[in-house]
């Protein structure tokens, strides 16, 4: 019996250990469960929101013995790619994780990540690492401004990062992020920013879902709408072929995801992320497998499931703050997830899928979704 058949013969009753236990592993919990994987999560807050989908185990990630425990799963994986590169190695060393370590080392630090699409032939926006004033002040130089001045590793939703458009903007933000390695990248003038996820099975099977179209407030993802508005047959072979060139480039299992900017009808790739992704909640309610089934199924080795999208679909972030659930069930074919989480200004504390059988009725419901969220 080979790897993939031992893994699928095993699969149901299976348990599944995932290092976090935030809002993607809460989901990627009630996904499991309803294929009758059990959980075991490993996160330094004892009050994560995963915590009621199965075992927690309360220790930080460097934590050895922890980590064994972890390790007594059938599988292991990761719900966010700040996890120490450390202790995934360590856990690579007791039996099979997925994604790899070279993976999440890769999307860890944006200079990495960047030079590997340009080894692959993804276009970028122009970038360059800096790590003093000298270097920023040349950089800025050849690339001109505007441009965006990133820490190169630990930012996300806005954080870590500056528009810089004069040169007392760089200084700024020089003072305020150059004791970490930084990179600067070149402005893009985009007309959208898209994303496509995909997943990639233990057997090299991939499976590609929609482009989406992402529309960000203050650096935080605010919506997306699935699949994307005026996508070429073209659009979408091109968006495959640079992540499928990336799946196999890492030897990549499980869900992966590429945001993108369209410029003119070319892609640039802005980053990856190693795991279930924001983009890809619409998939829950609005395609025929959930990106979080399709992660399980993939490191677990079994067939992939489809990623057609049932209808358009839009996924609407909720942040900093409870929603009236009523006012948006109220919302046709609206779809409500709760985080659990304490709500805090900038936090995502769930987010609301909603439905439609076209893409005019599709506007419609989300600026009705949109009236209800402002008015809580």
């Avoid at 185990?57 to 013995?65: F, H």
Wanted: charged share 25%.
């Amino acid at each position: 019996m080979n790897d993939r058949e031992a893994s699928a013969s095993t699969a149901v009753g299976a348990r599944i250990g995932v290092l976090g236990a935030g809002q993607l592993g809460r989901m990627l919990g009630l996904a499991g469960r309803a294929l009758g994987f059990e959980l075991t999560f490993l996160d330094p807050n004892p009050e994560s929101p995963a915590a009621a989908l199965g075992e927690l185990i309360v220790a930080d990630y460097a934590d050895s013995a922890a980590l064994r425990r972890l390790a007594a799963a059938d599988v292991v994986t990761f719900e966010f790619e700040n996890v120490p590169v450390a202790a995934v190695r360590e856990l690579e060393g007791r039996g099979k994780v997925f994604p790899s370590s070279r993976a999440l080392e890769v999307a860890q630090d944006r200079l990495h990540e960047k030079t590997c699409f340009r080894k692959l032939g993804i276009g970028t926006p122009p970038f360059e690492a800096v790590s003093s004033w000298p270097e920023l002040a040349s950089a800025l130089a050849r690339l001109g401004l505007p441009a965006v001045l990133k820490t190169r590793r630990f930012g996300y939703d806005g954080k870590g990062q500056a528009v810089l458009r004069s040169e007392s903007d760089a200084r700024a933000a020089f003072e305020r992020l150059g004791d970490a390695p930084l990179i600067l990248e070149g402005f893009v003038k985009f007309e959208r920013e898209l994303s496509v996820v995909a997943v990639r099975s233990r057997s090299g099977e991939v499976a590609c879902y929609p482009l989406v179209q992402n529309h960000h407030v203050s650096g935080i993802l605010h919506k997306t709408l699935a699949p994307a508005p005026r996508v070429t047959e073209a659009l979408q072979r091109a968006a495959n072929q640079h992540i499928e060139e990336l799946l196999a480039e890492l030897d990549y299992v499980g869900v992966l995801a590429l945001e993108l900017f369209d410029v003119d009808g070319a892609l640039l790739a802005n980053e990856i992320a190693p795991r279930v992704h924001n983009t890809g909640h619409w998939t829950i309610e609005g395609a025929r497998t959930s990106q979080f089934e399709n992660h399980l199924r993939a490191i677990l080795g079994l067939p992939l499931g489809s990623t057609e999208a049932i209808s358009p679909c839009a996924m609407v972030n909720l942040i900093g703050a409870e929603p009236d659930a009523r006012a948006v069930l109220a919302v046709p074919d609206a779809h409500l997830h709760w985080y659990g989480k304490q709500p805090r200004p900038g936090r995502k504390v769930g987010h609301v899928t909603v439905r439609a059988p076209d893409a005019a009725t599709l506007e419609q419901r989300v600026l009705e979704l949109e009236r209800v969220l402002s008015a809580s």
